[in-house]
């Protein structure tokens, strides 16, 4: 009997239906499935490190792992990034240049402009959704930083988190950086993490690596064939520099003949190698203002032993990546899959000069860029310190020009030191090496390439729909052809650059550059030309002498610009424009006990330049075990006896209460408000030096405030009120501002890192045991100081508006 035309449901069904079982046939659909064969991908991006810092770029930190895929593999000596780490991300994962994508600029902004969105747009399809839809597993680990940071809390539109870009699973922090023994949110899938205490050991890369071979070794207990894309992120070397001793160890001494010595060997290793032609020049360090590198043997003793600690720090973190890939590679072994399986290596920019001339003790505290000599010394009180979990260092910018051997400059600029980095790709089944074949290819390559000459070579199409909506189309053109033939010519032509107002544009060997400086005229660029053939270090300006060169691309880089979405070109000011609803996270909250650990931003609009109170209610019920007040991260344990009893409310402080009331920050900088042996203490960690105020609390105190006044030259002065009574001062501590305090606020613990060492060392999280009904905070006005040039600052100026 055929189905009536008026039955539902049944429209799509290739089976046969009848009444009964009896005379039906059955269809079963299934998810798409990968072609036989296809090859896994492994993509390791790593952040912020330069050209020369693997040894298949010249380096000579130990990276036996990357040699060996090098060996077996191809180099790419000409391949080109975006200036800075979410646009790259955004190219890397679509295909499509960073402006088009949305990302002309790092997720730390929202300025209200199509190629600054700075969230992936519903019509960019992403190389995950692509790989899934082909029959792929995805996983990513690591950093995300594709998600503004007003959209990283729990309540926030999620559509640009990773699992809703097309990964299955997520491990890794949605931030641009993260500190590498206490990080301040991670987040598996689409749920943050629940951690109180990191346990001891704990090393960030190690945790991403771990959780990188279970996603694998989970796949493969379940399905023996089906492919998978791994999209490694590291959060490494992205500031602050913090390596594991025996990593730091490895280079003790390493680095005392100082950066200009290593520029050169890294340089005539490079030539040895054949990375550049013979005649390639090298400018010995960066001269230019505000770039310039100071010549080595022109520093103090003191100054020489420091810095060069610094970069026995980068280079165990670099050792530590190689360690990674190395765990990643003994398990393809292991499976009998490393044959045939794509791994591509390589870095978001170059090299950074973010710690300045001097290097910085805090990462944190040199991101504000405060104009004031009054703000705050980047001396470390203990060199043994750097490196180590209760600092967060990074290095002079000399080391910087190290990292970008031969290039000039750094990352945030489009000449080659920001945008030219290391490439690694292997996979022995698919490009096999012949002996004339000496892995290296010269030609042009750039970050948008990546996605579609990987689907090229695992034989994949691209959809062309991405939620109802007519895709975006690559601006990548595949490069499979030039990995499998040293003679084929590039099919990447010409490409634009902007980032700050820094610009470029490549066609046919010849490269455009433009610096853009503080009070420059924003659409007035004064243009270098380069040959890049005869001159891949961008040393001879020749546009003096081909005028007509320099004006037929720079009229080209006009058309690219518009045809990318990459004007309107901002000021500093407009760039950091935040969208007006931001203010609400400048309105009181009262914040209950339990209430799990706040995301950083949303903390920090709280206090930031301004004068906020604290307000702790001590009144309120108090199990017989005091255990109501819990950890925010750990749930209740079931009991065997029923409900906890609970007696009747606690008018106030009582005999033995004790434990942190509220904690925001952790080594890199915060504060804490914490009982103990019958008094309140306040301590502030102003970037790593702490200091602390305690005053006897009496028996029955119902509440404690804490008031935090701006002072002159970006400081705070402290009051601690008990009952309305003002009982101690800490005066002249400096604001925490730029990204700090980076660990959000806890409420009732200490949870993730410390505020204060010794507390932890003496108590660990200390949970408070007494009755604690809610913390209030109640943020003042805005007073931004005038000496002040803070991406932060300018986000406060938008959010009073």
């Not at 449901?9 to 046939?25: I, N, P």
Request: proline share 8%; aromatic share 10%; charged share 25%.
């Amino acid at each position: 009997m055929p189905v009536p035309s008026d039955a539902r449901g049944y429209e799509s069904f290739g089976g046969s239906v009848g009444r009964t079982s009896e005379g039906s046939t059955p269809e079963w659909t299934y998810p798409p499935t990968a072609p036989a064969g296809a090859p896994n991908i492994v993509v390791v991006l790593v952040d912020d490190m330069g050209y020369s810092d693997i040894g298949p770029f010249g380096s000579e930190i130990e990276t036996p792992t990357l040699d060996r895929l090098a060996a077996h593999g191809v180099r790419l000596s000409n391949y080109h990034t975006t200036p800075l780490c979410s646009p790259s991300r955004a190219a890397l994962l679509t295909g499509i240049n960073s402006h088009r994508a949305g990302f002309g600029f790092v997720a730390n902004a929202d300025p209200g402009y199509p190629g600054l969105r700075l969230e992936l747009a519903d019509d960019v399809l992403t190389l995950p959704e692509i790989l899934r839809d082909n029959g792929y597993a995805t996983y990513a680990v690591g950093k995300w930083h594709l998600v503004r940071d007003a959209t990283m809390n729990p309540s926030a539109n999620r559509d640009s988190w990773p699992t809703q870009r097309g990964f299955d699973r997520y491990y890794g922090s949605l931030e641009g950086l993260n500190s590498f023994y206490y990080p301040n949110q991670l987040v598996s899938d689409s749920s943050v993490v629940d951690v109180e205490e990191y346990p001891e050991g704990y090393y960030l890369t190690d945790d991403l690596t771990d959780k990188a071979l279970s996603y694998i070794k989970d796949l493969r207990a379940h399905d023996a064939e089906k492919p998978f894309f791994l999209y490694f992120a590291h959060v490494a070397m992205h500031g602050p520099l913090q390596a594991k001793a025996q990593d730091q160890a490895k280079y003790r001494g390493r680095y005392a003949d100082g950066w200009d010595e290593v520029r050169r060997r890294r340089f005539a290793q490079q030539l040895a190698q054949g990375l550049f032609p013979p005649g390639t020049q090298q400018k010995p360090r960066n001269t230019e203002p505000g770039y310039e590198a100071a010549e080595w043997d022109s520093l103090s003793d003191d100054e020489q032993r420091r810095y060069a600690k610094y970069m026995e720090v980068y280079a165990g973190m670099v050792d530590s990546i190689d360690q990674s890939v190395g765990r990643i590679v003994d398990l393809l072994e292991e499976l009998g899959e490393l044959d045939n399986t794509i791994i591509v290596f390589t870095s978001d920019n170059g090299g950074t000069a973010e710690g300045g001339p001097e290097g910085t003790r805090s990462y944190f505290a040199a991101f504000p860029q405060v104009d004031d000599p009054e703000w705050i010394s980047d001396i470390p009180v203990d060199e043994e310190l750097i490196g180590t979990a209760k600092l967060g260092v990074h290095y002079p910018r000399g080391w910087g020009q190290a990292s970008n051997t031969p290039f000039r400059f750094y990352k945030g600029q489009t000449f080659a030191g920001g945008v030219r980095v290391p490439l690694v790709v292997s996979w022995p089944k698919g490009l096999p090496r012949t002996e004339a074949d000496a892995g290296i290819r010269h030609e042009y390559a750039y970050v948008t390439d990546l996605a579609p000459t990987l689907l090229e070579l695992a034989g994949l199409n691209r959809p062309t729909v991405r939620n109802g909506l007519p895709a975006k189309d690559f601006d990548g053109v595949s490069a499979a052809a030039l990995l499998r033939d040293p003679a084929a010519p590039t099919l990447h032509t010409e490409q634009y650059s902007e980032m700050t107002g820094h610009r470029g544009f490549y066609r046919d060997g010849w490269k455009l550059l433009s610096l853009h400086e503080d009070g420059d005229a924003l659409d007035a660029p004064n243009w270098q030309l380069f040959d890049v053939r005869a001159d891949p270090t961008e040393l001879h300006d020749l546009s003096a002498q081909f005028p007509e060169k320099a004006a037929e691309l720079a009229a080209a880089w006009d058309e690219s610009a518009w045809a990318n979405t990459v004007f309107p070109l901002l000021t500093r000011a407009d760039l950091f424009r935040r969208r007006p609803e931001e203010a609400r996270f400048a309105a009181p909250v009262r914040l209950l006990p339990g209430t799990p650990t706040l995301e950083r931003y949303r903390s920090q609009r709280l206090i930031a330049y301004r004068d906020f109170t604290i307000t702790a209610d001590l009144t309120g019920t108090r199990s017989a075990s005091s255990s109501d007040i819990r950890s925010p991260h750990i749930a209740s344990p079931p009991s065997d006896n029923g409900p906890t009893p609970v007696v009747a409310a606690q008018e106030g402080y009582r005999p033995g209460d004790e434990g942190v009331l509220v904690a925001h920050g952790d080594p890199l900088g915060g504060y804490v408000l914490y009982v103990e042996d019958g008094e309140v203490v306040l301590g502030v960690n102003s970037y790593g030096r702490y200091a602390s105020v305690g005053v006897p609390l009496p028996l029955g105190t119902r509440e404690i405030r804490v008031r935090a006044t701006v002072a002159p030259h970006l400081r705070w002065d402290f009051t601690i009120e008990v009952d309305g009574t003002p009982l101690a001062e800490l005066t002249d501590q400096v604001q925490l501002v730029g990204m700090a305090p980076w660990t959000g606020i806890s409420v009732g613990v200490d949870a993730r890192g410390p505020v204060s060492w010794d507390l932890r060392e003496r108590r660990g999280p200390f949970r408070y045991t007494g009755a604690l009904r809610a913390i209030t905070y109640t943020p003042g006005p805005i007073q931004v100081p005038q000496r002040t040039i803070d991406a932060v600052e300018r986000e406060a100026e938008y959010a009073a508006e």
